[in-house]
């Protein structure tokens, strides 16, 4: 199986924050690689897939990047509503597993 | 509109086998490109992928759970179903069925879940 990790396991930052969160897979990958955000209580929300595509609905604020096996997930201006967990998920091969999770809180 | 929802047991005891529904709508699981994942929660944890079911009716497991998971699918009825069994206290969590789009890439399918049903919970005690 190729095994995900995040980093860092959680976050500190203030609204208007330019902030990154990465994920490593144990193998190449390519650009197989989904970005999620998960709110309490909620089911996750896609926002990037294939690395560095933009899910419909969700704000120009967020992007992707990377292919191989490393790759970044970065939110250019924290708003108050992105307080949450961000999760990465490979698609390369099955299982599609998931790194750990990020979670990012109010400074 | 997409939506999907699970339903089933919220407390099982433990060695029992779990039977989880996903009901469709707004999709057909025969179109090309269609599939449905399972993925499960526990409480504060990480979220674990669990299985995939696509339109031409291949299927896929997570490695660990291998040999206790089944998924079909009736589309007839628009309807998923994941079966765990042998349950143990281990299992207990939020499962969540998910439409997943497979998209042609270099490399095989891209894959992403787009839309997620609420989530079930399950407890397993005795």
């Known amino acids: 199986d190729i095994q995900m990790t995040q980093s860092p396991s959680s976050l500190s930052a203030s609204v208007g924050d330019r902030v990154t969160i990465a994920c490593r897979a144990s193998q190449s990958i390519s650009s197989y690689l989904n970005w999620y955000q998960q709110k309490p209580g909620k089911a996750p929300k896609l926002l990037i897939y294939?690395?560095?595509s933009l899910q419909s609905g969700v704000p120009s604020r967020f992007s992707g990047s990377g292919s191989g096996t490393d790759f970044t997930l970065t939110i250019s201006s924290l708003q108050p509503e992105d307080f949450a967990t961000y999760f990465c998920q490979q698609s390369y091969s099955f299982p599609h597993i998931f790194g750990q999770g990020t979670k990012l809180e109010i400074k | 509109q997409v939506t999907l929802r699970e339903s089933g047991p919220a407390l099982v005891k433990p060695t029992q086998t779990l039977t989880l529904t996903c009901t469709l709508s707004?999709?057909?699981?025969?179109?090309?490109?269609?599939?449905v994942s399972w993925v499960r929660q526990p409480p504060g944890k990480a979220l674990e992928w669990l299985a995939l079911i696509d339109w031409d009716d291949d299927k896929f497991y997570s490695t660990s759970l291998r040999t206790r998971l089944t998924i079909s699918k009736d589309t007839s009825k628009n309807q998923v179903v994941l079966t765990l069994t042998n349950m143990d206290p281990v299992d207990t969590a939020t499962y969540f069925c998910a439409r997943d789009i497979a998209a042609t890439g270099p490399v095989g399918y891209y894959y992403g879940m787009d839309v997620w049903g609420q989530g079930t919970t399950v407890t397993v005690s005795s």
């Open positions: 707004g999709f057909s699981l025969t179109t090309t490109g269609m599939c």
């Open positions: 294939a690395a560095s």
